[in-house]
Nanobody, 125 residues
Framework: QVQLLESGGGLVQAGVSLRLSCEVI????????VAWFRQVPGKEREFVAA????????YVADSVRDRCTLSRDNAKNTAYLQINSVQPEDTAVYFC??????????????????WGQGTQVTVSS
């Protein structure tokens, strides 16, 4: 059984850095592209960032481009998303996902087979 366990969300103040974790159970993380998406009520799931397994390059949404760092610890089978200087507009449920998308769909939810349950991030101003 494949599980993606997210952690690190919560209520934070604007301007701080936030690091989310995604532990993968049942699959080897390095075999997959790992991505982060976020969603607010009433809106579609939005791509945040992904780390491509083939070229080891990050792909980052414009909304977080200068504030986002992706990393992964293969020994712990865990991926991380850090967002610096969070703002109220970063408030959302954040999901991690793994898959083997082609580059053409690396920013699309349909490119990922396995998903975590999501972790709520709320940024107060």
């Amino acid at each position: 059984q494949v599980q993606l366990l997210e952690s690190g969300g919560g209520l934070v103040q604007a301007g701080v850095s936030l690091r989310l974790s995604c532990e993968v159970i049942g699959r080897t993380l390095r075999d997959y592209t790992v991505a982060w998406f976020r969603q607010v009520p009433g809106k579609e799931r939005e791509f945040v960032a992904a780390f491509n397994r083939n070229n080891n390059r990050p792909y980052v949404a414009d909304s977080v481009r200068d504030r986002c760092t992706l990393s992964r610890d293969n020994a712990k089978n865990t991926a991380y998303l850090q967002i610096n200087s969070v703002q109220p507009e970063d408030t959302a449920v954040y999901f991690c996902a793994i898959g083997v998308p082609t580059l053409s769909i690396i920013r699309e939810a349909r490119g990922y087979r396995f998903w975590g349950q999501g972790t709520q991030v709320t940024v107060s101003s």
